[in-house]
Nanobody, 128 residues
Framework: QLQLVESGGSLVQPGESLRLSCVGRGGAFENYHIGWFRQAPGKEREAVSC????????YHAAAVEGRFSISRDNAINTVYLQMKKVLPEDAAVYYC?????????????????????WGQGTQVTVSS
């Protein structure tokens, strides 16, 4: 079973950039659809960006479109979330997860159709 570990979260100022990493173990990583999700205090978890297995179709939530990008390097079992022009509302715990390939990417991502349980996530704090 695939296990995923998030890292890269930190304190950043508004407008800065940050890259999160999601490293997988325990499976043929290139075959998995992976998504990034986030949960801010007092709010429900929401989808951020998702990427399918190779060749890698991509979905971004409207809130991050044009600022965030998602990519994968299957050689090192890693999916990245590049965050640019970070806003205060981007502050949250960010999680990555394997997605259940049951429908189109936008549905899988927006409806958070994941396999397994959520990990510990990585904290992104935005403050000037």
């Amino acid at each position: 079973q695939l296990q995923l570990v998030e890292s890269g979260g930190s304190l950043v100022q508004p407008g800065e950039s940050l890259r999160l990493s999601c490293v997988g173990r325990g499976g043929a990583f290139e075959n998995y659809h992976i998504g990034w999700f986030r949960q801010a205090p007092g709010k429900e978890r929401e989808a951020v960006s998702c990427i399918t297995s190779s060749p890698g179709s991509i979905y971004h939530a409207a809130a991050v479109e044009g600022r965030f990008s998602i990519s994968r390097d299957n050689a090192i079992n890693t999916v990245y979330l590049q965050m640019k022009k970070v806003l205060p509302e981007d502050a949250a715990v960010y999680y990555c997860a394997e997605m259940l390939p049951t429908s189109s990417l936008d549905v899988m991502c927006a409806e958070q159709r994941i396999i397994g349980s959520w990990g510990q996530g990585t904290q992104v704090t935005v403050s000037s």
